[in-house]
């Protein structure tokens, strides 16, 4: 039997200080990885939980309401091909439902405890699988992806240190080599291009770093701090 996802919010609410909420099995060591809120003033999270039969992770998405109520839950099995999913993040998209972009370790990955190819599911609002899509396009020593909130026609998604775009039924349109790795969060900007932020350059330098691009992924400016 699966172990149910354990989650706990903590968000402000003017005039009534915070509220807290839990869902499912206060002994169970299940995360959550991302939350947002969605259009109807609820929230979307998406976390990982420990499928107790294959003991991989799955994924698991939950909706709830303003009032944190649990609307839906969804769960993603993984199967015996791999050792688990790693969850990064989960977008509402215009049409309503959301996006989930993760990682998945497969069984070599194990060894050497890092993330692999990414692995994106688009669901309609009810959490039901539109289409899921692994792309096989990481470096031997993995990946871990960033996805911007919005795009024109598809959606964008950074993994190492390239940049790719996606149409609105998952299909690869482009990739370009951004030359950035350690990529820490991704938007769309105003212009239709993006803005990067990263804590390691082009030679592998460690810092703090902003770099905005065009619509097509091509690099416009860079900034260092």
């Known amino acids: 039997m699966k172990k ?18 839990y869902y499912g099995d206060l002994n169970t060591n299940e995360t959550v990885r991302y939350f947002e809120e969605t259009s109807d003033g609820g929230f979307i999270i998406l976390g990982r939980i420990e499928n107790t039969i294959s ?25 015996n091909s791999y050792t688990g999913y ?27 405890n890092t993330l692999s190819d990414p692995y994106i599911i688009k669901v309609d609002a009810n959490g039901n699988i539109q289409w899921n899509q692994l792309y096989d396009i990481c470096s031997p020593d ?27 039924g998952g299909n690869l349109v482009w990739t370009k080599n951004i030359g950035f790795s350690g990529i ?32 097509n992924g091509n690099i416009i400016w860079t900034e260092s701090y």
């Open 55 to 79: 003991n991989y992770d799955d994924l698991c998405l939950i909706k709830v309401d303003a009032n944190l109520n649990q609307e839906w839950i969804q769960i993603y099995s993984s199967n």
């Open 4 to 21: 149910l996802l354990l989650i706990f919010l903590c968000l402000p609410f003017i005039g009534f200080g915070q509220a807290f909420q």
């Open 184 to 215: 820490t969060s991704i938007e769309q900007t105003t212009d239709g291009g993006y803005v990067m932020a990263s804590c390691q350059g082009p030679t592998s330098t460690n810092g703090h770093f902003l770099f905005k691009t065009d619509l």
């Open 142 to 168: 993995g990946c871990m992806i960033r996805a911007s909130n919005k795009t024109s026609g598809g959606y964008v998604f950074v993994a190492s240190d390239k940049l790719y775009k996606i149409d609105l």
């Open 86 to 112: 790693y969850p990064n993040s989960v977008r509402q998209t215009s049409d309503g439902g959301y996006i989930i972009f993760s990682t998945f370790m497969d069984t070599l990955d194990l060894f050497s």
